[in-house]
């Protein structure tokens, strides 16, 4: 049973395929897999699949992701919201000087932010509005001004979080 839970796994991570030589069930590693020479090589493979890179927008993870393999959790999270927070202010063609919760007010006001959604109710709004404030409030600000003891699982979750909201202001772009 452990042979096959561990056959699955590696299977289901790219590391070996059916060999395409043979006709019978036979396996061989795959290029990925041969890029593992270490004990480290392999720890930072599991450590960096902790977090779904293909889930994240291109521009996200090439800033993050290092980070985050790396082991800094709390600075990859801060990166990740102060990525949306520089994305919300680039959009709106704001200048440096509008930050933070002030910002994200602006940018999503339910009557007349240029990145409110119009085709929702008025209720829909201001909750997203209060999406992005909290966003902004519980996972940029504390990083910016304290240590944050983030672990992997829960820097993971709050950076996918990150790049859904920065799908929401691309797809928003006056």
């Known amino acids: 049973m452990a042979?096959?839970?561990a056959m699955g796994w590696l299977t289901s991570q790219g590391l070996i395929m059916r060999d395409p030589d043979q006709s019978g069930t036979f396996y061989v590693l795959?290029?990925?897999?041969?890029?593992?020479?270490?004990?480290?090589?392999v720890e930072a493979f599991v450590?960096?699949?902790a977090l779904p890179i293909q889930l994240l927008?291109?521009?996200?993870?090439e800033k993050v992701h290092h980070l985050f393999v790396r082991g800094d959790?709390?600075?990859?999270?801060f990166q990740a919201f102060k990525s949306v927070e520089v994305a919300v202010r680039t959009a709106c063609r704001y200048d440096n000087t509008v930050i933070g919760k002030r910002?994200?007010?602006?940018?999503f006001n339910p009557d007349d932010g240029p990145l409110r959604n119009v085709g929702t109710t008025q209720d829909e709004r201001e909750a997203e509005m209060a999406l992005f404030v909290g966003a902004i409030g519980h996972c940029k600000n504390p990083a910016?001004?304290?240590?944050?003891?983030?672990d992997r699982e829960e820097a993971a979750r709050?950076?996918?979080?990150?790049?859904?909201?920065?799908?929401?202001v691309d797809e928003r772009k006056p």
């Open 144 to 150: 910016s001004h304290r240590d944050v003891d983030l």
């Open 158 to 168: 709050l950076i996918v979080f990150a790049s859904h909201l920065l799908a929401i």
């Open 3 to 5: 042979v096959a839970e």
């Open 73 to 77: 959790h709390d600075v990859a999270v």
């Open 30 to 41: 795959t290029r990925r897999a041969q890029t593992l020479k270490s004990r480290a090589d």
């Open 103 to 107: 910002l994200v007010i602006r940018a």
């Open 47 to 49: 450590k960096g699949n």
């Open 57 to 61: 927008q291109p521009q996200l993870a």
